[in-house]
């Protein structure tokens, strides 16, 4: 065996390693008391934005699953928070719990769409939903789940009739948005932009104040899409550049670059050179700090073309610098 890949597979040792004390670490913690009730409804209301009902979970390693899982996300890994869901999936196979099942395979759905693995996604929430015994808020939270794979899979249609199903059990305001941006997006996907609107409307401005910054930024998004089809660029602007602080407070910095990108896109289109120059070049260096380099060169790019289209020479040449700086960490070392 190669050094180089010895090397590989002991790090990932380490890494499993390190995953297994973050969970050991879970049930030790509190003088070796299981984790409460409130960690795990926690659990759930940060990765899908879902209002769990009152159930209690004992078994300490699928709640050590869970917790990790948990933490992965909220540190903007998706990977290691869908494996350590996966796990849990696992756990609550073993203990035949219908319940921990459907928690577990909605907040695995939420990291495999991140990862543009919605058919895995939908194929554990269906998992769950098979199972008789999940309760009814339960089966509200997995077909939410549900129709955000299948817009991803670009199946709107289908998305969609989920998501009615969904609001005519009259949920709770938290699933109701979620329900909501899915129906938004399917009529925006069959280019109905005036009935995206009126969808997003039927939740009251106070209630979407009153939701997550993830949602907020999602439903944000939307609004700014839905503007851009009607031809109204000024009004898309500003709602990305919504999406932009909303992202950036829910800890979502890949979106959030994403959504300056975009901001500068409508800025660009209602003539605001400046602005979207800025936007482009903001988004670009997030990205590539990110390491998400193949995006960050095409947004450079589209800033070039945009400062080159307005004759902008200012623009022009603070992101030629900024490609400069790109090939200088790309480089070689002698």
């Not at 699953?65 to 849990?88: I, K, P, Q, S």
């Not at 960050?296 to 080159?308: M, S, T």
Request: one cysteine or more; a neutral charge.
């Amino acid at each position: 065996m190669k050094k180089g890949t010895r090397s590989q597979e002991t790090g990932g040792r380490r890494q499993g390693a390190g995953d297994r004390r973050q969970e050991a670490g879970v049930r030790s913690q509190n003088g070796g008391r299981k984790p409460g009730r409130w960690t795990l409804l926690l659990a759930v209301v940060v990765l899908a934005g879902c209002a769990a009902p009152k159930v209690q979970f004992t078994d300490s390693d699928w709640v050590a699953h869970v917790t990790t899982g948990r933490g992965c996300y909220e540190r903007g890994d998706v990977r290691r928070g869908a494996d350590a869901f996966g796990r849990a999936q696992e756990r609550a196979r073993a203990l035949d719990d219908a319940e921990a099942l459907a928690v577990a395979a909605v907040n695995r759905a939420v990291c495999l769409q991140q990862m543009d693995q919605a058919a895995e996604a939908l194929a554990g929430v269906e998992e769950a939903l098979a199972d008789a015994r999940v309760s009814a808020a339960r089966q509200l939270e997995l077909q939410v789940a549900g129709a955000r794979a299948e817009l991803a899979l670009e199946q709107p249609g289908q998305a969609r009739l989920r998501a009615a199903g969904v609001l005519d059990a009259n949920p709770p305001p938290i699933l109701r948005a979620q329900a909501l941006l899915v129906q938004g997006r399917a009529d925006l996907a069959q280019m109905e932009a005036a009935a995206a609107e009126q969808t997003l409307a039927r939740l009251a401005p106070a209630a979407w104040r009153a939701l997550p910054a993830s949602l907020r930024a999602e439903r944000a998004e939307l609004e700014g899409r839905i503007a851009a089809v009607l031809e109204s660029p000024d009004r898309a602007w500003t709602w990305h550049e919504e999406a932009v602080l909303l992202w950036q407070d829910a800890g979502r910095l890949p979106n959030m670059a994403r959504a300056l990108a975009e901001a500068g896109r409508q800025a660009w289109a209602a003539g605001a050179s400046e602005a979207a120059s800025d936007r482009f070049w903001r988004a670009a260096r997030s990205l590539w700090a990110q390491g998400l380099r193949d995006e960050a060169v095409h947004v450079l790019e589209e800033g070039v073309a945009c400062a080159a289209a307005f004759k902008d020479e200012v623009a022009g040449q603070r992101l030629a610098d900024l490609w400069v700086t790109f090939q200088g960490e790309t480089r070689p070392m002698d």
